[in-house]
């Protein structure tokens, strides 16, 4: 078992910057991935980003050159630098946590880009 907790969410301008986090505990060592999807009101979830432990990044191409992904292994903590954020960035990001064949996820935090 895998628990995720994010944090960081919240309301920004557009331009603006935030910074989300996801605290992962458990069964750490069984991790293989971990990284973000988002989901906006009557749209499919979609990945954002991801990282596999081998330290392999991706990016949704809607966020490339504005996302930044990155790691802290001592604190087992993912990170998410959303830089130059626009509108449609607005949705509820999830963290994930990938074990073999079962994905686990955070609660959920709202991303809010007012224009």
């Known amino acids: 078992q895998v628990q995720l907790v994010e944090s960081g969410g919240g309301l920004v301008q557009t331009g603006g910057s935030l910074r989300l986090s996801c605290a992962a505990s458990?069964?750490?060592?069984?991790?293989?991935?971990m990284g973000w999807y988002r989901q906006a009101p009557g749209e499919q979830r979609e990945l954002v980003a991801g990282?596999?432990?081998?330290?392999?990044?991706n990016y949704s191409d809607s966020v490339k050159g504005r996302f930044t992904i990155s790691r802290d292994n001592a604190k087992n903590t993912v990170y998410l630098q959303m830089n130059s954020l626009k509108p449609e960035d607005t949705a509820v990001y999830y963290c994930y946590a990938r074990v073999s064949i079962t994905t686990y996820w955070g609660q959920g935090t709202q991303v809010t880009v007012s224009s």
């Open positions: 990282i596999t432990r081998g330290g392999s990044i």
């Open positions: 458990g069964s750490i060592s069984s991790i293989i991935g």
